[in-house]
């Protein structure tokens, strides 16, 4: 951990790692999408940090659908529920600042891709490209039977539960704790951390796996990554020595810096010379 560096100082040294860096991968979780009005599970504000009976109801929720689709279905419908109340913040949120740094990021090729926990398809709508959505996303449906996927204007919700082609219910294709996740998310999220000199960290207490692993596999191979963490406070990354830098504060005010200085940097060609290890 570099953190011995005053704050400036640090994220100077981040601006000259990404441009040093030929494979630049974030990754990112709930905290990139509070500014966007969509609450954190764990954060201080966080849904189940205020409310702990919701994070027992999202452990069940899977189950809820193998056992009973239709009432889950009808819980997504129902903009009272539990469920269905967090569907309609996450319908309605838009990209924020750092949805938007990261997809220019992405476009001027600071940036290779994003692997995101968040299944608000935020990303997207910013208009990043090579997006990995390691959770899934609501924008879709999925059937766990035939593994077709659908948009909801696909589909008829005329009778609940809505049916696949092959006369499975649908379910939507949002990966809830005790449901696999496709195995190709799993293993181009690996390649892309194989690949990375530079990981970055951002808005994720890195406690849900096997996301959590990837800034570990990042880390500890042959050839580690800088890790750095972009978070309003320390993580386990940060206590296990995983992230050489945290960049402690909101994640678009953080960004917005970061942003500002890369466009300042006019040696950029020069300091692409070096290695992002010398
Ligand atoms: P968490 O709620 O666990 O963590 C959010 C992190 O973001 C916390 O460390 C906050 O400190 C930080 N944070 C919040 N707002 C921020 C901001 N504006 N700027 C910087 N940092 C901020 O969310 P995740 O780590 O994404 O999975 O949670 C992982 C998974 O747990 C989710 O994908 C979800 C949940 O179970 C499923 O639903 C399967």
């Known amino acids: 951990m570099q953190n011995d560096l005053p704050a400036d100082a640090e994220l100077l040294e981040v601006v000259k ?3 040093k860096s030929n494979y630049t991968v974030i990754l990112t979780g709930a905290g990139v999408s509070t500014e966007s009005g969509i609450p954190d599970f764990r954060g201080v504000n966080g849904i189940w940090t205020k409310d702990k009976e919701s994070e027992e109801y999202a452990y069940h929720l899977y189950e809820l659908f193998l056992k009973n689709p239709k009432t889950y279905w009808e819980a997504i419908l129902d903009s009272d529920s539990r469920y269905g109340k ?3 913040i996450l319908r309605n949120a838009k990209p924020n600042k750092a949805h938007f740094i990261m997809s220019s ?13 968040n299944v608000d398809g935020l990303h997207r709508k910013a208009g990043s490209k ?4 390691y959770h899934g996303s609501i ?5 766990i039977n035939c593994g077709a996927k659908y948009f909801w204007n696909e589909v008829n919700f005329d009778k609940l539960p809505p049916l696949c082609r092959c006369g499975n219910a649908l379910k939507d294709d949002v990966v809830h704790f005790t449901e696999p ?23 994720t207490s890195t406690v849900v796996y096997p996301f959590a692993a990837l800034p570990r596999i990042a880390k500890y191979k042959k050839r580690p990554a800088v890790v750095v963490e972009i978070n309003l406070s320390k993580t386990v990354l940060t206590e296990d020595g995983i ?19 890369l466009k300042k940097i006019s040696n950029y060609h020069q300091l692409k010379d070096t290695s992002i290890n010398s």
């Open 105 to 117: 990021m992405e476009k001027e090729g600071f940036v290779k891709s994003v692997i995101t926990q």
């Open 86 to 88: 967090f569907y309609k």
């Open 130 to 133: 090579n997006v990995i959505e």
């Open 17 to 19: 790692l990404i441009v």
């Open 181 to 203: 996740i496709d195995e190709d998310i799993i293993e181009n999220s690996i390649n892309e951390m194989r690949k990375a000199e530079l990981v970055f960290v951002c808005g």
């Open 243 to 261: 992230s050489d830098f945290l960049l402690c504060g909101m994640v678009g005010t953080v960004l917005s810096d970061i942003y500002k200085q």
């Open 139 to 143: 924008d879709k449906l999925k059937c």
